[in-house]
C-alpha cells in the first residue's frame, strides 16, 4: 500500500512557536463537523523534535481546528523532548498526548527511558509533563512498576597498597 502523506489545512497546523504538525500515514479518514480525524496504518506524527508512531492515531480538534486531544493505539513508541531539553524515548500500546496540558499519557506495557541519564521506567500507566519535566507511574494487576538507574561512582576506588 502506497503511503500518503496528508496536507489538510485543519491538521497541519503552524502552532504559535512555529512547529509544523505532520502526520504521515496509509490511511485518512474525517469529520470536520465532529473535529475527528482518523489515520491507519504506519501513522507517524511529528511536532518539532517530538515524534509519535502507531498503527492509529484519531485527532481531535477544537471548533477553531486546534488540536485538543491525540489518541494513539497499536504498537505505540515515541520520542519526545521536553522544555527543558530532556529527551525521552519509548514504547507503550496506547498513549493519549493533551497539548493544552503539554502531557503524554502512556499505557498499558509501558517502557519508557530517559536518554539523558538512562533512567527507565516499566508500569502500565506513565505520565509525563514536557513543561514541568516530570514523571509519574502506576502499575496495575499487582505487578510492581519498575526504575531502573544507570549509576556512576563518584570516587575513584583506592589503590591496594599490599604487596
Known amino acids: 500500500m502506497i503511503r500518503k502523506l496528508i496536507f489538510l489545512a485543519p491538521l497541519v497546523l503552524t502552532l504559535s512557536w512555529g512547529e509544523e504538525l505532520k502526520v504521515i500515514s496509509d490511511n485518512f479518514k474525517g469529520d470536520q463537523q465532529k473535529g475527528i480525524s482518523i489515520f491507519t496504518g504506519n501513522v507517524k506524527v511529528t511536532k ?4 509519535l508512531n502507531a498503527t492509529k492515531v484519531t485527532i ?4 477553531d481546528r486546534k488540536p485538543v486531544k491525540y489518541f494513539a493505539e497499536g504498537d505505540v513508541s515515541f ?3 521536553t522544555e527543558m ?3 525521552y524515548k519509548g514504547k507503550s500500546q496506547t498513549a493519549i ?5 503539554s502531557e503524554y499519557h502512556f499505557y498499558k506495557k509501558v517502557d519508557l527511558i530517559r536518554l539523558d541519564d538512562f533512567r527507565r521506567v516499566k508500569g502500565d500507566k506513565v505520565v509525563v509533563n514536557t513543561i514541568q519535566g516530570n514523571a509519574s507511574a502506576e502499575s496495575a494487576n499487582n505487578e510492581p512498576v519498575v526504575m531502573t538507574f544507570t549509576l556512576q561512582d563518584q570516587k575513584p ?3 591496594s597498597t599490599a604487596k
Open 85 to 87: 531539553k530532556e529527551r
Open 97 to 101: 498526548y493533551l497539548p493544552d496540558e
Open 79 to 81: 520520542y519526545i523532548v
Open 48 to 51: 518539532g523534535m517530538d515524534e
Open 157 to 159: 576506588k583506592a589503590k
Open 60 to 63: 481531535y480538534t477544537d471548533k
